[in-house]
C-alpha cells in the first residue's frame, strides 16, 4: 500500500491576534518564533497578537518575525495558520485557499466551521485531537492547559477562602492548615494537588482510576477510596469510562462523606466524548461548611456539581461556586508559552526538507487531521 503525502507548498506561517472574547493567550510566543526562524520558516505575525499575553511586537520583530499591520497581510503567502481559538465566520473566510490551520476547533458533527473550512479548501489540525500516546506528548496542548488551569483554579480558592490555607504559628496563635479535596487527579487535578500542598493546605483527592492512587500519594496528598473501582473505570487512552449507575451512586457516597470537613473543592472530573460526571449535587454543597468554596473545571463540559453555571459564581447556603471557563487564559504568558511548544513541536512532526507535509499514515496527524482536501474528516 502506498502511503499518502500531501504537500503544502511555502513555509511561511500567520500568527493571528485571538478575537475570542476573554481569549488572552496567543498561539506563537518570541522563543519559539526564533526556532521557526531557525528552521527556515518565515514568520508574520498579527500586529497586537502578544499584547494580552505581556508580549511587545518588538520583541517578535527581535525574534525575526515580521509584524504584520493586520490579519490580512499577516496572512498574505501564510501556508500555515497558527492560532488558540477558532476562528470566526468572518475570519475563516479570510483563510487563504490551500492554508493548514492549526488551532483548538471543537471538531464534532456539529461544528458548522469545519464545513466552511473544508469549502475553502482550508485543511485543520485540530488540537484537541493529539493521541494519548508517548510520542504526542510533546504536542499535547490539552495537558498543557489543563496544568495551567488546574494551578491557577487553586490560587482562585484561596483567594475566596475566608481563611489561609497554611498552618501558621504565630504571636496571635496557631492556626490551622485548610482542607483541600481535589476531585478527579488527571493532568489538572495532579497540577492542583502540587499547588495546593506548596500552599500549605492538607490535600486529598479522588479519581475512579485506581491507577492514579500512587500518584496522588507520591504528591503527598491521601487518597479517598471509593468501595471497589478496578479496571471498569478506565477506558483506553488513560481516559476514565463512565461508571453504572451503581457504581456512580457509591462514588457519590464516598465524595458526600468528605465535604463537610472541607474548606476548598476543586473538581476537575471529564469522561472523553460525554458530559462530565456529577459528583457533588446541590444536596451536598448546601451541607458544606459556611464559607467553604469551590471550583468546577469542568463547567465547559456540563459541571461537576449540579448548580455549576459556566461563567459564573453562585452563592448556596454560604458556598461559593465558581464554573470558570477557559482559565489557563489567565495565565497567558506561561499558557502561551506552552501551548505554543506545541505547536513547534507539531510543526517539527509535520514539516520536512523546507516544506509542510501532511503524511496520513502517521497516527498523530491522522488523528488531528479533520478537514483536508476539500472534505471533512471527522
Ligand atoms: P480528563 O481531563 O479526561 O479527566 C480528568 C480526570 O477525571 C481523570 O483523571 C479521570 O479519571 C477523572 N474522572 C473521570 N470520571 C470521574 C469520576 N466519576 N469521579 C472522579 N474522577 C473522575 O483526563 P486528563 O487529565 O486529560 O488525563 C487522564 C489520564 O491520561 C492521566 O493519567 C494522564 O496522565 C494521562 N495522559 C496521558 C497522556 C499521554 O500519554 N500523552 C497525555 C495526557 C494525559
Given at each position: 500500500m502506498t502511503t499518502p503525502v500531501m504537500t503544502t507548498s511555502g513555509t511561511t506561517l500567520a500568527v493571528l491576534r485571538e478575537t475570542s472574547a476573554g481569549e488572552q493567550r496567543v498561539a506563537q510566543v518570541p522563543e519559539t518564533v526564533r526556532k521557526l526562524v531557525e528552521r527556515g520558516f518565515r514568520v508574520n505575525v498579527e500586529?497586537?497578537?502578544?499584547?494580552?499575553?505581556?508580549?511587545?511586537?518588538?520583541?517578535?520583530?527581535?525574534?525575526?518575525?515580521?509584524?504584520?499591520?493586520?490579519?490580512?497581510?499577516?496572512?498574505r503567502?501564510?501556508?500555515?495558520?497558527?492560532?488558540?481559538?477558532?476562528?470566526?465566520?468572518?475570519?475563516?473566510?479570510?483563510?487563504?485557499?490551500?492554508?493548514?490551520?492549526?488551532?483548538?476547533?471543537?471538531?464534532?458533527?456539529?461544528?458548522?466551521?469545519?464545513?466552511?473550512?473544508?469549502?475553502?479548501?482550508?485543511?485543520?489540525?485540530?488540537?484537541?485531537?493529539?493521541?494519548?500516546?508517548?510520542?504526542?506528548?510533546a504536542l499535547d496542548a490539552l495537558s498543557s492547559q489543563a496544568t495551567v488551569a488546574g494551578y491557577k483554579a487553586v490560587l482562585l480558592g484561596a483567594s475566596l477562602c475566608p481563611r489561609l490555607l497554611p498552618m501558621l504559628t504565630t504571636a496571635a496563635g496557631t492556626l490551622t492548615p485548610a482542607k483541600v479535596l481535589i476531585l478527579g487527579a488527571g493532568v489538572a487535578g495532579l497540577q492542583a494537588?502540587?499547588?495546593?500542598?506548596?500552599?500549605?493546605?492538607?490535600?486529598?483527592?479522588?479519581?475512579?482510576?485506581?491507577?492514579?492512587?500512587?500518584?496522588?500519594?507520591?504528591?503527598?496528598?491521601?487518597?479517598?477510596?471509593?468501595?471497589?473501582?478496578?479496571?471498569?473505570?478506565?477506558?483506553?487512552?488513560?481516559?476514565a469510562a463512565e461508571l453504572s449507575e451503581a457504581r456512580q451512586r457509591q462514588v457519590l457516597e464516598a465524595i458526600a462523606g468528605q465535604l463537610p470537613s472541607m474548606d476548598l473543592v476543586i473538581t476537575?472530573?471529564?469522561?472523553?466524548?460525554?458530559?462530565?460526571?456529577?459528583?457533588?449535587?446541590?444536596?451536598?454543597?448546601?451541607?458544606?461548611?459556611?464559607?467553604?468554596?469551590?471550583?468546577?473545571?469542568?463547567?465547559?463540559?456540563?459541571?461537576?456539581?449540579?448548580?455549576?453555571?459556566?461563567?459564573?459564581?453562585?452563592?448556596?447556603?454560604?458556598?461559593?461556586?465558581?464554573?470558570?471557563?477557559?482559565?489557563?487564559?489567565?495565565?497567558?504568558l506561561h499558557a502561551s508559552l506552552m501551548y505554543a511548544k506545541n505547536q513547534l513541536a507539531l510543526l517539527g512532526l509535520i514539516a520536512k526538507d523546507g516544506a509542510v507535509k501532511l503524511d496520513l499514515s502517521d497516527d498523530i496527524v491522522a488523528a488531528m487531521l479533520v478537514v483536508h482536501g476539500g472534505t471533512v474528516r471527522s
Open positions: 500586529r497586537g497578537a502578544g499584547a494580552a499575553a505581556s508580549i511587545d511586537d518588538a520583541e517578535y520583530e527581535k525574534a525575526g518575525a515580521r509584524v504584520a499591520p493586520d490579519a490580512e497581510a499577516a496572512l503567502d501564510a501556508r500555515v495558520v497558527l492560532k488558540v481559538q477558532s476562528p470566526s465566520d468572518a475570519e475563516a473566510r479570510r483563510l487563504p485557499a490551500g492554508s493548514l490551520l492549526v488551532a483548538f476547533l471543537a471538531p464534532g458533527p456539529e461544528s458548522r466551521l469545519l464545513g466552511q473550512l473544508a469549502r475553502g479548501n482550508v485543511d485543520a489540525l485540530a488540537m484537541e485531537n493529539v493521541p494519548r500516546t508517548t510520542r504526542a506528548q494537588i502540587a499547588t495546593a500542598r506548596r500552599l500549605g493546605a492538607v490535600v486529598s483527592a479522588f479519581d475512579v482510576r485506581p491507577a492514579v492512587r500512587e500518584q496522588v500519594q507520591s504528591l503527598g496528598a491521601q487518597f479517598v477510596e471509593a468501595p471497589a473501582l478496578g479496571a471498569e473505570a478506565e477506558a483506553a487512552g488513560g481516559y476537575t472530573a471529564q469522561v472523553r466524548g460525554g458530559p462530565a460526571p456529577r459528583l457533588i449535587t446541590a444536596k451536598m454543597l448546601r451541607r458544606m461548611k459556611p464559607g467553604a468554596v469551590v471550583i468546577d473545571l469542568a463547567a465547559e463540559s456540563g459541571g461537576n456539581c449540579e448548580l455549576t453555571t459556566p461563567g459564573e459564581a453562585v452563592r448556596e447556603a454560604g458556598v461559593t461556586l465558581l464554573g470558570p471557563t477557559n482559565l489557563a487564559s489567565t495565565v497567558p
